[in-house]
């Protein structure tokens, strides 16, 4: 394809921008419908036990209150196909709301109160009166983790650890430098703006258009459809936008069930939306131990890994993460034994969230790495260069690219790494103690099967569709970009539809796989109309490209042209007029290339530099500078990619610090489930940001050389603000977020 690079790889405004600051973009939340009722959630006050009794007559007394649904008058439609997994479940069986009396977690939704008015539906929730038979529960991973096991079945996409090589605890114990420790992750629960919220609008005929918050418009309907026995005809799940998802959206939550159910046994349309209290009562980034063994010799390279994690999972689902592998896939060892396992507490099941297991173990391997660079005197930096990884050392395969190297020089570089002086407490600013630190970070560069549709019309305008999803990270530019680019149009000529589940089959928006694996399908579908519209052209009559092959033409402006004679062109529409057609449409899929992911590993990687001040008096830290250098193949808008990686660097910065769901044990409830009391970042804990975008040619993965941004960002940047408060105090914390509390 000889294109000039009209918008790949250049920065450009969002093109939903104008339609989300004005308020034309509508979320889950605002479609409206005639005679729209509202549903309103009733959460179980107790963790674990049964319903004794549930008296809902002083609710349905309110006026307009049109039902209480409750286990006892759940409609039998629903849970037709009782063993309904969605796409991203883990193994085991899914929560069903109202299935039956028996409460296995604190905050599990116990009754749906449907209401003419939004108000009448609180103020009715408020009425219902539910006698609990409590049996006793248990939520403290500490009093659970000797009965952790190994998952028996693997949960599909997640890499179980790779079986230990060489002899790790023998070379460990003769190891002569040796950093032993165990680190913790706090429970950190996705809080984006946009609550989860589902509006079912009941059409005439009976089928249900709804609007979800999901990251997966086809999940949430597959979904739907097999809970409620329904056929994928009566069921059309459209999202245009999301007000951010961070992996809350990947599996159907239980806002969809209710609302789906009271709009199927009200026969009008339905609205739940659940409240910032209740986004505590589903998925989580679940509480995460970890114990990490590096063995080494005195000039840094590593002679043993050992790493373990054991991560709560629910009573009814193994949800699993990859949390350990990450260590012998940053740094070579010929040593290594890496164990996960789950420990069962009376919680919901957690969810995936935003680089789910690498945030975590990244996290630990990166600040033990930062302990041996201490142990040994060797810089952080040159000590991850001792012991890069040449290869997937446990795959045995090599990269499809791979610019670390790249990213610590230059991350290093841009930050003044050299004017660090090692030594903890040895650079101050006034009355603040400074700290330097930086760590490595790494995701899976992943591709999923998607298809998409393009479709040319005579007047030059050209439509894209997948039922792929934007949740804020900028879908709609880049698949807007990709087709103008492979057709020669301006973006202004390109409309892009997603997020509804009519459209060409897609996978749910997560895995940082979205930009390759949609955009690859967008690209085949256009190249696929440019080769059916080259045939029209060539086959004018007295067509000047009449002898050229695809190859030799240029697509540009609406034209087709020679590229060695601008002069010899043919425009789309007298292509289309002579072929006599209106439009020219084509439908393609894109998938991950079977060979290339038996021979390669694919990784995204980045190397963090971060800037600490601590007042020692009162503990309080502020991340005062961030560099990070990101290793992502293609950049395909960096504009919108620099916004995806400041946004996972301000997540990293509130696992670092902030972000924190509080247990009580004795009640097995999260007790801060409110934005005043559970802290995320706000502008006032943010400063200076710094993106740099390392070249990096990757040719494997897809023709594009996409390799997704949505989630490289978060990981290793906890580690790098914790070692630089390491370098500052000197007080080695191993349990995020490292708040005021542990430091003092
Ligand atoms: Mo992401 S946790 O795959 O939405």
Known sequence: MQQPNAYIGTPQNRVDGRAKVTGGAKYAAEFEAPDLAFGIVVSSAIAKGRIKSIDTSAALAVPGVLQVFTHENRPRTAWLDRNFRDETAPPGSPFRPLYDDKVIYSGQPVALVVAEEFELAAHAASLVRVEYETEPHMTDLDLKRSEAYVPPKKRSGVKPPPSPRGDAEGV???????????????????????????????????TLTIHDK???????????????????????VVSPYIGGAFGSGLRPQYQLFLAVMAALELKRSVRVVLTRDQMFTFGFRPLTIQTISLGANPDGKLLSIMHDATQTTSTFEDYQEVVVNWSNLLYHCDNVKLTYKLAQVD????????????????????????????????????????????MDEADKKSFTSKELRACYQLGAERFGWEKRNPEPRSMRDGRELVGWGMASGVWEAIMQKTAARAVLTQDGNLEVASATMDIGTGTYTILTQIAAETLGLPMTSVATKIGDSSLPKSPVQGGSWTAASAGSAVQNACLSVREQIFKYARQMESSPLANASIEQVTFAEGRIHLTNDPSASVTFAEAMQAGGVERIEAEEKASPGMLTSMRYSGYSHSAVFAEVKVDEELGVIRVTRIVTAVAAGTILNPKTARSQILGGVVFGLGMALEEESMLDHNLGRFMNHNLAEYHVPVNADVYDIDVIFVSEHEEMLNPLGIKGLGEIGVVGTAAAIGNAIFHATGKRIREYPITIDKLL
């Open 172 to 206: 460990f114990a003769q190891a002569p430098v040796k950093v032993h420790a165990e680190y913790r992750v706090a429970i950190e629960h996705h809080n984006p703006m946009e609550t989860h919220a589902s509006t079912v609008v009941y059409e005439d005929d009976g």
């Open 214 to 236: 999901t990251q997966g418009a086809q999940n949430s309907q597959s979904y739907v459809a097999s809970v409620f026995g329904l056929s994928s005809s009566q069921v059309r």
């Open 347 to 390: 919680t919901y099941t957690p969810t995936d969230m935003r680089a789910p297991g690498a945030a975590l173990g990244v996290a630990a391997i990166e600040t033990a790495m930062d302990e041996l660079a201490y142990a040994t005197g060797i810089d952080p930096v040159e000590l991850r260069l001792r012991n890069y990884a040449e």
